[in-house]
């Protein structure tokens, strides 16, 4: 995963090397913070036959140096577009798996933990391929999580769609799809 930086609000970007680099493959850096801390989740080994952990990187030196620090999600699945936030005092998680069609929670008490608990309707979205594979940051309110999730029933990130998260705790997940006006409010 390289670093670049932009001065002119994204019209020219300098490479300034290599953020995180290991012998698997890495994509989707999710990059969020907390009030001490930079954390990165990225997707590792995208192919297949590879069932990969979501595993929580430390920046020791932002941006060019992280340290592992927990597999908050490890299994027989391939984790895929991991996303993580806060809310309620607990920390959540939401994963792709299978074919680009279902969405696994996890959750803890604590960010840096191993092996988050699983959510007991997991997969909490089964057979939705337009809406089934996490997209990118969640906005997360006090009284609202609008998710954003890649359409892929024609091709792989084809779209993307907000859908809010109308339910989560322990025990339940409901989400529905808003309208491209809804995200404007």
Request: aromatic letters at 12%.
């Amino acid at each position: 995963i390289g670093h670049a930086i932009s001065h002119d609000e994204g019209k020219s970007w300098n490479y300034t090397g290599l953020a995180l680099q290991t012998a698997d493959h890495l994509s989707f850096p999710y990059v969020f913070s907390t009030p001490n801390e930079i954390y990165m989740i990225p997707d590792i080994g995208n192919a297949e036959e590879y069932t990969s952990p979501a595993r929580l990187f430390r920046a020791t030196s932002f941006p060019n140096k992280w340290k592992p620090v927990a597999d908050i999600i490890s299994g027989p699945e391939k984790y895929q577009d991991t996303i993580v936030f806060q809310k309620n005092s607990r920390w959540w998680a939401i994963t792709g798996t299978g074919s680009n069609d279902e969405l696994r929670v996890y959750y803890s008490m604590t960010l840096t933990a191993p092996d988050w608990t699983p959510h007991p309707e997991n997969p909490v979205v089964a057979d939705r391929p337009s809406a089934g594979r996490p997209s990118g940051r969640p906005i997360v309110r006090e009284d609202t999580i609008v998710a954003f999730f890649q359409d892929c029933n024609v091709e792989y990130g084809n779209k993307v769609r907000a859908y809010e998260i109308t339910c989560l705790d322990k025990l339940r997940y409901e989400d529905q799809p808003m309208s491209d006006s809804a995200l404007l409010e």
